[in-house]
């Protein structure tokens, strides 16, 4: 009888509860750290970004930010441009040629708390592509302060 560690067969068996049962019950994630833009500049931002592209046809983003105004509902959306490639210009949308606002797009849009602290969660019937790359948060007014970048 061969005699392995505690430490090993407990990692063993969280491997085999945490692997899906098969291929189509797998979703696709992405994240990202938030990062300040200029117009975000001097403010202490931080938090994080994740779009899951589900096997059932859905995308659901969800945004975390900390460093925010208190009490303030803040626009954010998925862009189809890099955080780094002229500010992430251009909302994402399911079909290019389509309405600038949900369902054509995702906006995980949200208010912060008395402390500053944001959460906004989307979530769109459909897959979104590959050219979802990343998740912008807008003032009130529209100034772009803070991306996240999905990987």
Not at 69 to 88: K, W
Request: aromatic letters at 4%; glycine letters at 12%; proline letters at 7%.
């Amino acid at each position: 009888m061969i005699r392995y560690p505690r430490a090993v067969l407990a990692a063993a068996l969280l491997t085999v509860a945490l692997v899906p049962s098969s291929a189509a019950d797998a979703a696709t994630v992405t994240r990202g750290d938030v990062h300040a833009f200029a117009a975000g500049a001097g403010m202490e931002l931080a938090g994080r970004a994740q779009m899951v592209r589900t096997a059932d046809g859905k995308t659901i983003v969800a945004i975390h930010v900390t460093g925010l105004a208190p009490d303030i509902t803040y626009g954010a959306h998925v862009h189809q441009q890099a955080c780094g490639s002229g500010d992430a210009d251009g909302h994402y949308r399911f079909d290019p040629a389509g309405p600038a606002a949900p369902p054509n797009e995702i906006w995980p849009g949200f208010t912060t708390d008395a402390a500053g602290v944001g959460n906004g969660k989307a979530t769109a019937d459909g897959i979104a592509g590959p050219t979802a790359v990343s998740v912008v948060i807008h003032a009130p007014g529209g100034a772009k302060i803070a991306c996240a970048d999905l990987h």
